[in-house]
């Protein structure tokens, strides 16, 4: 078993590198099953993820090659099967992606519910009723999400709430239907542009991404083409408010700063500075934090990924702040592991009460998906004494080098392995 043990308490200073962004990747490397030919992505960031979902494209048929850890080379014009690995697809949430990438080029595909984080009913019926609506059968059965079609044909279609998972996944099928597709109150996050992009690089026509409709006429097939994957909002955030929780001075760097608007606004409500350059932002406190209330929301809102992150610096602040979690409907699943740390939050339903001024200490923890795992890290960062976090393979899938950056800023950070 891997542990993270971390001595807190010493501000963090310097400059830190952003990678590409995890959401887009898992989004854009199946996208190429959909080109039929070769592709190369560029700032892929280098975790989990990404090599699992490599490993369920080569399953299929596909040469996938890293010609860096950064760089993968998809050849998808040997993909053999339309029927995706189980162990690798339920590896992870993303691998949905593969049933429009599949159901457009092959007009069948058959996918394993997948899995990934585990923060309340995460159900998949948008993307099967854009399917629907495009004229596929979609089947449950046994575990399996299967999806066929004689011909795809465009159609409107609505969808009740502005779900990531499926404004990508129907723009990726609707590729190759016939006619014009137009999905209306489609979700609009910085990696639905970025996925739109590539697939107009490589002979789509897509338009409206990054608005709540989006169009798309249908084309026969798709190209080639060499992209370069959009920076990490969520590793941004993560690092701004590593910045505000340990009272250090953190500039980011090969970011976007627009997309953090959000949290931009929040941590100087907080009494943060955050300057702001063309590629970069330097945050650090201007004195005493102070709470605010933070409403989770489909972007442009506060993201629901960097939630247990503002939570955590929430509880170190001064007066009552209050967090609202809107997008998933159990996604506090974290805060008993931060109550080991000596945080004084009250969760009721979907909203956590916190009155500030906590000093956190360190203790044995354990996290419980991804980003509980970097809120946990950053609660670790602010404490006193050594913290010790396990299941640290939710970090993995989502964060580059972790630690290794953490130490360059000057934290007291170590990977080590241990007896279960």
Same mark, same amino acid.
């Given at each position: 078993?891997?542990?993270?043990?971390?001595?807190?308490?010493?501000?963090?200073?310097?400059?830190?590198?952003?990678?590409?962004?995890?959401? %887009?990747?898992?989004? !854009?490397?199946? #996208? &190429? @099953?959909?080109?039929? /030919?070769?592709?190369? *992505?560029? +700032?892929?960031?280098?975790?989990?993820?990404?090599?699992?979902?490599?490993?369920?494209?080569?399953?299929?048929?596909?040469?996938?090659?890293?010609?860096?850890?950064?760089?993968?080379?998809?050849?998808?014009?040997?993909?053999?099967?339309?029927?995706?690995?189980?162990?690798?697809?339920?590896?992870?949430?993303?691998?949905?992606?593969?049933?429009?990438?599949?159901?457009?080029?092959?007009?069948?595909?058959?996918?394993?519910?997948?899995?990934?984080?585990?923060?309340?009913?995460?159900?998949?019926?948008?993307?099967?009723?854009?399917?629907?609506?495009?004229?596929?059968?979609?089947?449950?059965?046994?575990?399996?999400?299967?999806?066929?079609?004689?011909?795809?044909?465009?159609?409107?279609?609505?969808?009740?709430?502005?779900?990531?998972? %499926?404004?990508?996944? !129907?723009?990726? #099928? &609707? @590729?190759?239907?016939? /006619?014009?597709?137009? *999905?209306? +109150?489609?979700?609009?996050?910085?990696?639905?542009?970025?996925?739109?992009?590539?697939?107009?690089?490589?002979?789509?026509?897509?338009?409206?991404?990054?608005?709540?409709?989006?169009?798309?006429?249908?084309?026969?097939?798709?190209?080639?083409?060499?992209?370069?994957?959009?920076?990490?909002?969520?590793?941004?955030?993560?690092?701004?408010?590593?910045?505000?929780?340990?009272?250090?001075?953190?500039?980011?760097?090969?970011?976007?700063?627009?997309?953090?608007?959000?949290?931009?606004?929040?941590?100087?409500?907080?009494?943060?500075?955050?300057?702001?350059?063309?590629?970069?932002?330097?945050?650090?406190?201007?004195?005493?934090?102070?709470?605010?209330?933070?409403?989770?929301?489909?972007?442009?809102?506060?993201?629901?990924?960097?939630?247990?992150?503002?939570?955590?610096?929430?509880?170190?602040?001064?007066?009552?702040?209050?967090?609202?979690?809107?997008?998933?409907?159990?996604?506090?699943?974290?805060?008993?592991?931060?109550?080991?740390?000596?945080?004084?939050?009250?969760?009721?339903?979907?909203?956590?009460?916190?009155?500030?001024?906590?000093?956190?200490?360190?203790?044995?923890?354990?996290?419980?998906?991804?980003?509980?795992?970097?809120?946990?890290?950053?609660?670790?960062?602010?404490?006193?004494?050594?913290?010790?976090?396990?299941?640290?393979?939710?970090?993995?899938?989502?964060?580059?080098?972790?630690?290794?950056?953490?130490?360059?800023?000057?934290?007291?950070?170590?990977?080590?392995?241990?007896?279960?």
């Amino acid at each position: 078993m891997e542990y993270i043990v971390i001595n807190g308490q010493k501000p963090l200073k310097g400059c830190v590198q952003i990678g590409g962004a995890k959401n %887009a990747a898992l989004a !854009i490397v199946p #996208a &190429a @099953v959909a080109s039929g /030919g070769v592709c190369i *992505i560029d +700032n892929l960031p280098d975790i989990n993820d990404v090599h699992n979902l490599a490993n369920a494209i080569e399953k299929l048929g596909a040469t996938c090659r890293f010609l860096d850890k950064h760089t993968l080379e998809i050849n998808a014009g040997s993909i053999n099967t339309h029927i995706a690995d189980y162990d690798l697809a339920t590896k992870m949430r993303a691998s949905y992606y593969l049933l429009g990438a599949l159901l457009g080029r092959f007009g069948e595909a058959h996918v394993p519910m997948p899995g990934g984080c585990d923060f309340g009913y995460r159900p998949i019926d948008y993307h099967l009723k854009g399917f629907e609506a495009l004229g596929a059968k979609c089947v449950l059965e046994h575990g399996w999400v299967k999806v066929s079609a004689e011909k795809l044909i465009g159609a409107e279609i609505y969808l009740d709430c502005p779900s990531v998972g %499926a404004t990508i996944n !129907i723009m990726i #099928a &609707a @590729v190759f239907a016939e /006619g014009t597709t137009q *999905i209306e +109150n489609a979700a609009r996050e910085p990696h639905i542009v970025d996925t739109a992009n590539f697939l107009n690089m490589i002979g789509a026509k897509i338009s409206g991404a990054g608005t709540d409709i989006i169009k798309i006429n249908g084309v026969e097939s798709l190209g080639c083409g060499r992209y370069t994957i959009i920076p990490d909002q969520i590793e941004t955030g993560t690092y701004m408010i590593a910045a505000a929780i340990t009272d250090g001075d953190i500039t980011v760097k090969n970011i976007i700063p627009k997309h953090m608007d959000p949290l931009t606004a929040k941590l100087r409500d907080m009494n943060c500075q955050v300057e702001e350059g063309p590629d970069y932002l330097r945050v650090y406190r201007d004195g005493e934090l102070k709470g605010c209330d933070v409403r989770t929301s489909y972007y442009p809102g506060f993201p629901t990924d960097l939630q247990p992150q503002m939570a955590t610096l929430l509880c170190t602040a001064s007066g009552t702040s209050v967090v609202t979690e809107t997008v998933f409907n159990n996604r506090f699943q974290y805060i008993n592991e931060l109550k080991r740390l000596g945080a004084n939050l009250k969760v009721d339903g979907r909203t956590a009460v916190t009155k500030g001024h906590c000093v956190f200490t360190g203790a044995q923890v354990g996290a419980t998906d991804l980003r509980s795992g970097a809120a946990l890290v950053l609660a670790g960062l602010a404490a006193r004494g050594e913290t010790t976090i396990g299941n640290v393979y939710h970090l993995d899938r989502g964060y580059e080098c972790f630690e290794s950056k953490f130490r360059s800023l000057g934290a007291d950070i170590t990977r080590i392995e241990r007896d279960e």
